[in-house]
């Protein structure tokens, strides 16, 4: 089955970009998908790419797919402390629409 | 407004009862989801179903149970079988975008 992958944790100054990553396994994924997190709530859908793409951008969130590494990333840029929360990474893979989640990056923003 | 209502928020169940949580969807979404989250972890996928009458297990099925009559409405009865079953509950419908509710809270007492 597919495997997701993300470091736990991240750390960034008010102001500065984040870079959260992201490794999976499937090479047929269709989607790739962002969700934040915030505590005690569901999750919130960032954004999302399709697999046939590089770069997708909206507003202050970049996503970087490297097919090839299997890797996927999300920038954030101008880190708010409103955007401390935790971040998760998910695949979206073949015919049946499973959909598999990374661990999650607990992001903390450093006023 | 379309989106994903998930009930109970929270929910107390005695140990060796079944409990079902509810989860309604008015987006017209063929696929739905049910993941279980666990304090400082991440998501684990209990149950998918892509159709109406159709289901596939996910990776910790054991212990549950889900039906969809309907393609508005999965829910996920927790058996007396499952052994952990406290627990933060997500519910997800997907048609290229997934949506999530916002969850339940299932404590056992």
């Known amino acids: 089955g597919e495997d997701v992958e993300q470091s736990l944790f991240l750390s960034v100054r008010e102001g500065d970009s984040s870079v959260i990553n992201c490794t999976y396994t499937d090479s047929s994924s269709t989607y790739l998908y962002w969700y934040k997190q915030e505590p005690g709530a569901g999750l919130q859908l960032l954004t999302y790419i399709f697999s046939n793409m590089d770069m997708k951008q909206d507003q202050r969130l970049t996503v970087l797919l490297n097919k090839k590494d299997k890797h996927l990333s999300l920038r954030i840029a101008d880190t708010q402390t409103g955007d401390s929360a935790i971040y998760f990474c998910?695949?979206?893979?073949?015919?049946?629409?499973?959909?598999?989640f990374g661990t999650g990056t607990k992001l903390q923003v450093i006023p | 407004d379309g989106g994903i209502t998930q009930s109970p928020k929270y929910l107390f169940r005695k140990e060796g009862q079944n409990v079902t949580l509810s989860c309604e969807q008015n987006?017209?979404?063929?696929?739905m989801y049910w993941y279980r989250q666990d304090p400082g972890q991440g998501l684990r996928l209990i149950y998918y179903?892509?159709?109406?009458?159709?289901?596939q297990k996910g990776d910790i099925a054991e212990g549950y149970s889900v039906s969809r009559e309907k393609k508005e409405s999965f829910p996920l009865t927790v058996t007396s079988a499952q052994k952990n079953p406290t627990a933060f509950y997500l519910c997800?419908?997907?048609?290229?975008?997934?949506?999530f509710g916002q969850g339940t809270r299932l404590t056992v007492v």
């Open positions: 987006l017209n979404h063929d696929a």
């Open positions: 997800a419908s997907n048609d290229g975008e997934a949506f």
């Open positions: 179903s892509q159709i109406v009458n159709d289901f």
């Open positions: 998910a695949v979206k893979t073949g015919g049946y629409q499973k959909v598999t």
